[in-house]
C-alpha cells in the first residue's frame, strides 16, 4: 500500500508551513495530493518523491542514455510524415507541435 502523509507530515518534511501548503494548493502547485472530503487532505509519497525531483538543481548532468539522439531524430522525422498525411487539423497540429519540441530538445547540447 502506498504511504500517504498527512498536511503536516509534508509540512514537517519540506520545513515549510501548512499554509504554505494550502497556498500552493490554490495556486496549483506544489505536489499533487488527494482530497479527501472536504476538509482531509493527503500527499503520496510517489507524488512528494516525484516533485522534490522536479525541484532538484545543480550537481553533475545526467547523461543521456545510448542511442538517444539518433530515436528522437528518427521520431521526429517519423512525426513530420504523419503529419503530411489527411488527418484532423487538430490532431495534424498537436504532431506538428510534438516534432518541433523533439527537434527543441536536440539542439540543446549533451
Given at each position: ?44 509519497e510517489e507524488d ?10 545543480g550537481g ?51
Amino acid at each position: 500500500m502506498t504511504k500517504r502523509m498527512t498536511e503536516v507530515d509534508l509540512a514537517k518534511r519540506l520545513e515549510i508551513s501548512t499554509r504554505t501548503l494550502q497556498q500552493w494548493r490554490r495556486a496549483g502547485i506544489g505536489p499533487a495530493f488527494i482530497r479527501i472530503g472536504q476538509n482531509t487532505i493527503r500527499y503520496r509519497e510517489e507524488d512528494v518523491l516525484a516533485y522534490e525531483e522536479s525541484k532538484l538543481e545543480g550537481g553533475a548532468p545526467v547523461a543521456e542514455p545510448e542511442g538517444w539522439r539518433q530515436a528522437m531524430k528518427r521520431a521526429a522525422s517519423f512525426l513530420d510524415q504523419i503529419a503530411k498525411w489527411k488527418i484532423q487539423s487538430d490532431t495534424k497540429a498537436r504532431i506538428q507541435t510534438l516534432s518541433a519540441d523533439l527537434k527543441r530538445l536536440l539542439e540543446k547540447k549533451p
